[in-house]
């Protein structure tokens, strides 16, 4: 079906006459401080900016400049891109444009979904964003679709079908443009699904390649798998991947396996709970890492894998770190995959260590007792010791801003049967946590090869939003119970906060326009921890979608007689 456009009327709001977006553009995303044309800030998916207005002083000025409903009441966690003087964002139900100035809207192009689009998937009716290449915008849609509208009007350019949401698919991420092609991933294991990454033309939509992320018995390390089980494996890609155009290779990280239920499917299970080392061009892998072999806990690999260089014994290494679910802090070499380090940033108890010669979990009494059937209390629970929340690494400070769970959870298999666009999980869902005592997360400045954290901020009600920082020395996240944040990213001093009106679970930007710098995030609660927790904290929290822009208010001079 057809998107609606609805034009804002006034095409004078927006600076349309300009040049079309550019590859070129999107390779130097990082640094370009007009304009946020990356998700994640950059190809890098380091979520830092060098801009420095927005300051540990110039901070406790900072006020809303205007507030944009997104008319949805759903969990809002898209990161909004700037191209230009005009902000897009995205709803699970619609795409919009609005000007950065003065917060109207220009175009809005609803999604209509059929009658049979399954309005329960794991986890959380949402969307996280698009992707912009030569004036088209790309997205995903919660029926498995991809689509391509015209960035100054909204129209739809083009849509494709990527898998069939009957059998439990579905697409919530943003998409990625690298090297000429729109890559994009999908959820579903929880339902049995065999889940891939595909490579669309831009102009076209014509499907270029697609990489399944459990092999079949004929492919590479198709023997890892046992059976017909590869058939129902999972291994979930729902989070952008990043990207390195030097080595032109894309990094893409890969879900749990299913079921959860670890017994009837004996075997590593490659390519689950790992990242794939792409060509973009072709979706051929490169190299792979996998970081928790045949994982019963539901420790899915798909949250950003951040790219940096830095000094390993003293030499400067190309490198990829990722706050992985399973509790540990890894830092790879990206030219080839090779460990470098990792170590706990959060309590574990499922692994003592990872073995730096093999790369493999040292796995404790409580995942062997997990296998075998008995319940057990694991740390980190099936949420992880981070969940998709994104996390920003600084380069000025060397460190990783995160925000981490504190809880543990409850395990115990149940016997899994396969149904189509049925649960296929395996495990009792009616006792998950074992919250213990004290906050349930931290914000934490985490050193990426020791896992140890200088700094950490607790929260009672854990952070699900993304995190930024600055060259201006400021963190910025947000609560699920509305409050905007921005802290000193040199000792976590809480500098300023504003309500917002609904949970924060979006990722925050910022860019500057005409000498300002702004920083727009959006709001709006009901993402997985309002879905599973039972968190009664958070009853009186409104849901209600909204995007808010805030600047530093410049002191008014006063008038001497």
């Avoid at 400067?316 to 399973?326: E, G, S």
């Avoid at 009792?428 to 090869?449: M, S, V």
Wanted: proline content about 6%; glycine content about 12%.
């Amino acid at each position: 079906m057809k998107g609606i456009a609805l034009a804002a009327g006034l095409a004078v709001l927006a600076p349309f006459g300009a040049s079309a977006q550019t590859a070129d553009q999107l390779v130097k995303g990082a640094a370009d401080t007009s304009n946020v044309l990356n998700y994640g800030m950059g190809y890098n998916l380091q979520r830092f900016s060098p801009l420095t207005q927005i300051n540990q002083e110039t901070v406790k000025n900072l006020t809303p400049v205007w507030s944009y409903s997104l008319a949805d009441d759903r969990s809002e966690e898209s990161q909004p891109l700037v191209y230009q003087g005009v902000i897009y964002v995205t709803s699970n139900s619609a795409t919009m444009a609005v000007d950065v100035k003065t917060g109207k809207q220009i175009w809005k192009t609803k999604v209509e979904y059929p009658p049979e689009t399954p309005r329960i998937v794991c986890c959380g009716i949402i969307n996280r964003g698009v992707a912009i290449l030569d004036g088209r915008l790309f997205r995903t849609t919660l029926d498995a679709n991809v689509i391509a509208l015209d960035a100054k009007t909204g129209k739809e350019l083009w849509r494709e079908k990527a898998a069939d949401i009957k059998e439990g698919y579905s697409m919530t991420m943003a998409p990625l443009v690298a090297d000429g092609v729109v890559l994009t991933g999908v959820s579903g294991a929880e339902f049995g699904t065999r889940d891939f990454i595909d490579g669309w033309d831009p102009e076209s939509g014509k499907h270029l390649w697609r990489t399944y992320t459990v092999p079949s018995p004929d492919e590479p390390n198709g023997d890892t798998w046992k059976g017909d089980t590869w058939k129902f494996g999972g291994g979930s890609t729902w989070i952008t991947g990043s990207y390195d155009p030097e080595l032109h290779t894309v990094y893409w990280g890969v879900g749990n396996p299913g079921p959860f239920n670890a017994a009837g499917r004996p075997g590593d299970n490659l390519y689950t709970c790992s990242v794939l080392a792409l060509d973009a061009k072709t979706g051929k892998i490169k190299w792979h890492y996998q970081f928790s072999p045949n994982n019963p806990f539901d420790y899915d690999a798909v949250a950003e894998m951040v790219l940096a260089d830095i000094k390993i014994d003293g030499k400067p290494t190309k490198v990829l770190m990722d706050a992985n679910r399973n509790g540990f802090f890894y830092v790879l070499d990206r030219t080839n995959g090779k460990l470098l380090a990792a170590n706990p940033y959060v309590k574990v108890n499922w692994a003592s260590s990872i073995d730096m010669k093999t790369g493999r979990p040292v796995e404790t009494d409580v995942t062997k007792d997990a296998r075998e059937g008995k319940k057990v209390v694991v740390y980190p629970s099936i949420l992880g010791g981070k969940n998709w929340e994104p996390m920003s690494y600084d380069p000025q400070t060397g460190l990783a801003y995160a925000n981490t769970l504190a809880f543990g959870g409850h395990y115990k298999t149940e016997p899994a049967t396969y149904k189509a666009g049925e649960w296929y999980v395996g495990m009792d869902l009616t006792d998950l946590w074992d919250w213990g005592t004290g906050p349930r997360g931290h914000l934490k400045a985490i050193d990426p090869l020791t896992g140890k954290a200088k700094w950490e901020v607790p929260s009672d009600i854990p952070r699900f939003s993304g995190v930024l920082s600055t060259a201006g020395g400021v963190v910025f996240s947000g609560q699920l119970t509305g409050e905007f944040e921005a802290f000193d990213a040199n000792d976590g001093k809480k500098l300023w906060q504003f309500q917002t009106g609904s949970g924060i679970e979006g990722q925050p930007v910022t860019w500057e326009q005409d000498g300002i710098q702004y920083v727009a995030v959006t709001s709006g609660y009901g993402g997985v921890y309002s879905l599973f927790s039972g968190d009664e904290r958070l009853a009186q929290v409104p849901t209600g979608g909204s995007l808010w822009v805030f600047a530093v208010k410049k002191p008014q001079k006063v008038a001497r007689e």
